[in-house]
């Protein structure tokens, strides 16, 4: 396990190259059997004018582990994913450190999947709560 487990960590951050997980500083830092963890930065560049956590780069932070997660469980090769709608409900802020995503997938179907991600702190409080759903669609 451990090496498959080090083969999705390194694909997961290797095609965040270039992009808006780059970006963000998103790394992936462990896999399991129905989860996927992610961990971000929260630095003045992912900072609202006063200082703390933005909402968006939450948002963005969870429609990345959920989108991954969805190319992990449900073999990207074959299929491409979409983010159809993202929710989010912010319950703590914070201004420095990093912060944990983690997906959990609630609904497999062969369409559609319905993500839930808990965004927490260093003391793995909560921070946001946000829910994903993701359209999987034959690669042509």
């Known amino acids: 396990m451990n090496?498959?487990?080090?083969?999705?960590?390194k694909i997961c951050n290797e095609t965040s190259k270039n992009t808006l997980m780059e970006t963000l500083d998103?790394?992936?830092i462990d896999v399991g059997e129905d989860?996927?963890?992610a961990k971000m930065p929260v630095t003045p560049k992912v900072h609202q004018p006063d200082g703390v956590l933005h909402g968006g780069a939450t948002a963005a932070l969870a429609e990345s582990v959920g989108s991954a997660a969805s190319?992990?469980?449900l073999d990207g090769s074959k299929y491409f994913?979409?983010?159809l709608e993202i929710t989010a409900n912010h319950v703590k802020s914070v201004k420095e450190g990093f912060v944990y995503a983690k997906a959990i997938i609630l609904h497999k179907g062969r369409t559609t999947q319905l993500w839930e991600i808990k965004i927490t702190n260093e003391d793995d409080q909560l921070v946001s709560l946000c829910k994903l759903t993701t359209?999987?669609?034959p690669k042509n």
């Open 26 to 28: 998103i790394e992936y």
């Open 3 to 9: 090496d498959y487990k080090e083969k999705i960590l």
């Open 35 to 37: 989860f996927l963890l």
């Open 71 to 73: 190319y992990v469980f």
């Open 135 to 137: 359209i999987t669609l």
């Open 81 to 83: 994913v979409r983010g």
